[in-house]
């Protein structure tokens, strides 16, 4: 069997073009590929930062326009009883006022009926 030990020149990910040693054989110009994709990968996790602070940002305004919209509405159910109430009311008095024009009508048409009679 062949020794699988791991040595600290397999770990080695570059090499010199001189030397066959390192892990990967890759050469000293993805060097500069890897400080450029650090670099790529910094920004992408500020920018990740950035979009958390948004997202949070709009999530607060959600739930303050959320508590806006239930106490919008529940003011809404309010004044839709009263304006019942109202048009209640105002159709009781308006039945009330022709009951008691009718009658009114009624006693007064009696009255005159009983004058020309008396006469």
């Known amino acids: 069997m062949s020794d699988k030990t791991l040595k600290p020149w397999m770990c080695e990910t570059f090499k010199d073009e001189a030397e066959e040693k390192g892990m990967f054989k890759t050469t ?35 739930e303050r326009f959320t508590s806006l919209l239930k106490r919008c509405a529940s003011e809404l159910v309010s004044v839709k009883n009263e304006v019942d109430k109202l048009k209640l009311s105002s159709k009781l008095n308006t039945n009330t006022i022709k009951r008691l024009v009718t009658e009114i009508e009624t006693i007064t048409k009696a009255n005159n009926d009983k004058k020309t009679d008396d006469e």
């Open 28 to 62: 000293k110009r993805l060097e500069q590929f890897g400080e450029s994709q650090n670099e790529y990968n910094k920004l992408v996790y500020e920018t990740v930062q950035e979009l958390k602070k948004r997202v949070t940002a709009l999530e607060t305004e959600q």
